[in-house]
T-cell receptor, first 115, second 118 residues
């Protein structure tokens, strides 16, 4: 199974600043996904990142707020821009393993607190 | 909008008991139904999954029951243990295509916090 490393694991940030979250996978994967999990809530898909293409954003999420990079088949970044306290959440990276959609794996997440 | 509704929100079970979590979906375009287990500070981990053409799948103490006509599916945890205490999410996957690449899009239920007392 794919091993996913996310950095940082947690951070406390000031309002108005930006944070870039890194997701590194130990194998080449085509699709990478970014999710948000607000405190005590379920997971919501932010965007889908296909290497070599622009990320596809879900309704309610925009590129200016959550720019995503996908420079190669093992790495992606999510930036949370111009942060406000409402952005305090856990952000998770997910990938499809060799089994495709039947094998979706998640990183441990980045717990973000915005003051 | 595609939705997956999950209940109960929280569940307390005695050790050795049966934990049952239910989910219902509205859209028939889902192709796969996984369950995820999440411990505090960790990302969700795939527990068990089922295809819509199968009525039941069992893996160890975990069983999924699937009722396609009712658009409902449930997770049964037999002989529940304190180590099973976690948050459980049902999900439904719809198959999409981006730039010629097929992938699965997950829609999660709201989650169930399971507590198993010793």
């Amino acid at each position: 199974s794919a091993v996913i490393s996310q950095k940082p694991s947690r951070d406390i940030c000031q309002r108005g600043t930006s944070l870039t979250i890194q997701c590194q996978v130990d194998s080449q994967v085509t699709m990478m996904f970014w999710y948000r999990q607000q405190p005590g809530q379920s997971l919501t898909l932010i965007a889908t990142a296909n290497q070599g293409s622009e990320a596809t954003y879900e309704s309610g999420f925009v590129i200016d707020k959550f720019p995503i990079s996908r420079p190669n088949l093992t790495f992606s970044t999510l930036t949370v821009s111009n942060m406000s306290p409402e952005d305090s959440s856990i952000y998770l990276c997910s990938v499809e393993d060799e089994g495709g959609y039947e094998k979706l794996f998640f990183g441990s997440g980045t717990q973000l607190s915005v003051l | 909008q595609q939705q997956v509704k999950q209940s109960p929100q929280s569940l307390i079970v005695q050790k050795g008991g049966i934990s049952i979590i239910n989910c219902a979906y509205e859209n028939t375009a889902f192709d796969y139904f996984p369950w995820y287990q999440q411990f505090p500070g960790k990302g969700p981990a795939l527990l068990i999954a089922i295809r819509p053409d199968v009525s039941e799948k069992k893996e160890g103490r975990f069983t999924i029951s699937f009722n396609k006509s009712a658009k409902q599916f449930s997770l049964h945890i037999m002989d529940s243990q304190p180590g099973d205490s976690a948050t459980y999410f049902c999900a439904a996957i719809s198959l999409l295509n981006a730039g010629g690449t097929s992938y699965g899009k997950l829609t999660f239920g709201q989650g169930t916090i399971l507590t198993v007392h010793p």
